[in-house]
């Protein structure tokens, strides 16, 4: 049985709730020395810049000792350093804790606010925000949210329990409950079990559904509406986690959440800093037994969706409040 490489502690800080970058070189490869391989692995990045970061000491081997531009290539090594970040709009909503304890930070996420960094979404997250928010560095996500839905996620304070809490979702041991504004329709029958096979392929925006066995389950429920013409809201429960899964669902429903970019037409990217017209989809809740702790526990968001509560305001032209 092949031995799991270890990985190394990071040698340099957190920065700004940030993670520095863990690059691991390839155990095989053409390069001579590490920036040969740096230059080739990072050729998205303008010109210069590995040989800028060589030169400044910022890229670091897991002794902490700068890389020098001649080091030679040696397999398997590791390597860390901060990227530059460009400047990013902070998304203007609180980021509210529901709950903290020892083990775990459950929080309330704002729309517009990624969970985690990634692409152009970094130190504007609600990991980073958290991070520097409480001064807990080992803060971890649990599962994540779309970031353009709102409600509740959990994030691990010890990454040793980390495991635990993110084999819940895995073994599908948290019931979890979501909340969504879309048209209504009288001839559609409710409640009901939507049963699919979902595909989401790499670099696609749109998720599709497709013929097969299903891997994704969804109850939808009615919970109120305001008559033909009017919007609905939905009581919706995922027993599965694919990705997009509820707004896939709810638009082979033909009722598309209402502020969806991609269901059931994609649309272009709204430009950076436009927070109006947030999607109309919540966590509501979650509830799980603690494998830690054993306690019992129910989380409830306490935010409210804009187009149910105030339709023309989320409709209008002004900034929108998730």
């Not at 997250?125 to 509740?152: K, W």
């Not at 598309?256 to 800093?273: N, T, W």
């Amino acid at each position: 049985m092949r031995r799991k490489t270890r990985i190394p502690p990071a040698p340099l800080p957190q920065r700004d709730g940030v993670d520095p970058v863990r690059v691991r070189l390839p155990a095989e490869g053409p390069w001579e020395t590490v920036r040969a391989h740096l230059v080739a692995r990072l050729s998205g990045a303008p010109p210069g810049v590995v040989d800028g970061m060589l030169a400044a000491g910022r890229i670091v081997g897991a002794d902490g000792r700068a890389v020098a531009p001649d080091d030679p290539y040696v397999p398997g090594m590791y390597v860390w350093f901060h990227r530059e970040l460009p400047a990013e709009v902070p998304v203007p909503f609180p980021l509210e804790v529901v709950y903290r304890d020892a083990h775990l930070v459950v929080a309330d996420k704002p729309h517009f606010l990624a969970t985690t960094p990634r692409g152009g979404h970094i130190t504007e997250t609600a990991l980073a925000r958290l991070r520097r928010e409480l001064g807990v560095p080992t803060l971890s996500p649990a599962h994540r949210l779309d970031r353009l839905t709102a409600g509740l996620v959990l994030f691990t304070v010890r990454p040793e329990e980390r495991g635990a809490y993110q084999s819940l979702f895995r073994d599908r041991l948290v019931r979890k409950e979501y909340e969504a504004v879309a048209p209504y329709d009288p001839s559609l029958a409710l409640p009901r079990t939507v049963r699919s096979r979902i595909l989401k392929e790499r670099g696609t925006p749109a998720a599709r559904q497709i013929a097969g066995e299903p891997n994704a389950v969804t109850r939808v429920e009615l919970a109120e509406h305001r008559g033909p013409g009017g919007p609905a809201r939905y009581r919706l429960i995922p027993h599965t986690g694919q990705t997009h899964q509820l707004r896939v669902h709810m638009n082979a429903l033909g009722v598309p959440i209402l502020g969806d970019p991609l269901y059931p037409v994609v649309l272009d990217p709204e430009p950076a800093g436009d927070f109006r017209r947030p999607l109309q989809l919540l966590a509501r809740r979650l509830e799980f037994t603690d494998p830690v702790t054993g306690t019992e526990h129910r989380f409830h968001s306490g935010r409210v969706l804009t187009a149910w509560s105030a339709y023309q305001e989320w409709a209008g032209t002004g900034p929108g409040r998730p």
